[in-house]
DNA sequence: AAGGCTGGCAACCGCCGTCAA
DNA sequence: TTTGACGGCGGTTGCCAGCCT
């Protein structure tokens, strides 16, 4: 945390001067800047974020104030600390994607890159290095973040799945085996018939299982489901028209004919309880039909991103996620 | 009670990609 | 083709509150 600067008086008392970029504020944002920039934001929408400081009559960058938005302002945003399940997600979102931070927070609604960073540099990766000092391995000796470190952390006993069936994925394997691992481990042949449960692709890397339910979460567009045990399914939603919903984590779904989603926000203004509430409706949700399977992309804010391919080397999830679909998951063509 | 230490987190920094002029 | 503006992102910094000694 910063120290607002001492010109935050003199910055209230010259506020629509837009000649004073040279005197741009940093530091904390103080509750005048906020309130201006959360009511030039519901009244105007996300523009040009050097706009949105001018016309807002805020003596900061765009930037600043972007990162004010996305980080601390936006409706969306929930609040509190991370629940178990939310702490799993990352924990598995991380074993697949690394330090993509945006990536992941675009898969748990209403958390922010930075908050997930943030609570991994010090919550996780506290718990990784203890972990790792506990259990004395040869594996378990890299207190790096990257994505090998849950090599570490599963074989050091920290499987915060495993009551759900998570498998360890060797993140340092070569991509082929690495492949082979997730697919071996991930899919099962028919995963409807032979559970209580449902099992779910909680994207590479292991099974979630989760009983059916159809909890959205609110105010967010794409499919978010709870199952029973707790564990939490978000991203791309499969609706096989059963009695819930069954979600792959669309880790990589949005194809270049989407580009026409991509459009000026808009906004959606209604009256909640908690006053003032609207979602930017082109950022919660790119809906995507694409090869009979409904495919969401659940961005956060302005967490979409529409071409980035999530490679991991050779390993290209977007193909792992087709065979999924089209091998794995037969029923998935049911949607028309 | 006071000083030091540590964790959490808001915000900045710098780099990179995109796009329009 | 170049260049500058802008947005997005990951890494890092630095402040503050709470805990410890």
Known sequence: MRKPEPSAAAAKNNNNNSNNTSKLRKGLWSPEEDDKLMSYMINNGQGCWSDVARNAGLQRCGKSCRLRWINYLR??????????????LIIHLHSLLGNRWSQIA??????????????????????????????????????????KDHHAMLA???IPGQEHGMMPLYMDSSPS?????????????????????????????????????????????????????????????????????????????????????????IYDHRNTTNG???????????????????VENIGVGNYYDDQEELTMGEWDLEDLMKDVSSAS???LDHRS
């Open 75 to 88: 409706p969306d945003l929930k609040r509190g600390a991370f629940s178990p399940q939310e702490e799993e």
């Open 177 to 265: 085996l690495m492949q082979s691992t997730v697919l071996n481990h991930m899919f099962d042949p028919l995963p409807m018939l032979d559970h209580a449960s449902l099992t779910l692709p909680g994207g590479a890397g292991g099974y979630y299982n989760a009983t059916p339910c159809t909890t959205q979460i609110n105010g967010v567009g794409g499919d978010c489901c709870f199952g029973d045990n707790g564990v939490f399914g978000v991203g791309g939603g499969v609706d096989i028209g059963v009695e819930g919903e069954i979600f792959v984590p669309a880790l990589e779904c949005v194809s270049t004919e989407d580009q026409n989603l991509k459009t000026e926000p």
């Open 276 to 294: 003032n509430y609207y979602n930017n409706i082109n950022s919660i949700t790119n809906t995507n039909y694409n090869n009979n399977i409904k």
């Open 156 to 158: 050091g006993g920290f």
């Open 329 to 331: 998951f037969p029923f």
């Open 106 to 147: 675009a898969r748990l609604p209403g958390r922010t890159d930075n908050e997930i960073k943030n609570f991994w540099n010090s919550t996780i990766k506290k718990r990784l290095k203890n972990l790792s000092s506990s259990n004395a391995s040869p594996n378990t000796s890299d207190s790096s973040s990257e994505p």
